[in-house]
């Protein structure tokens, strides 16, 4: 459904959706051979980018499900905003994280988003992200 596979494929299921958000879960912060580890431990702000997919997922998703046979278009994020990082890595993070992606807008030319990543009850970062939509 989106362009990653493999090891940069991050997300392992979708929990939810609905036309405006989605929440799903991951572990792919135990991984500590992983690309984006760095000296075997996730920094936080991978959040980031697991969100990120997050978000083109909920976009498949919503297309799809509403009978939209338009193929979906490349998108990439054009800023993100309102970073908070809560803790320094994903080290403790034992469980599967949850992502939480909420569409706040949609325009022709892009859709913002609002992210949280969420450890248990231990919020790891969360922000405001610009998705930009290509031709």
Known sequence: MIPHQGKMNLLDQVEFFDEHSLVASTCCHQDCCHPLAYNGIWPTHT????????????????????????????????????????????????????LHVTRESYEEQSATYHFRGVAGDNLCAEGDALVVFGA
């Open 47 to 98: 959040v980031v980018e697991m969100a990120a997919q997050g978000m083109a997922l909920h976009g498949v998703l919503t297309k799809s499900s509403s009978g939209d046979s338009v193929p979906p278009r490349q998108a990439f994020i054009g800023a993100v905003s309102r970073l908070s990082i809560a803790m320094p890595n994903l080290a403790h993070s034992l469980g599967p994280l949850s």
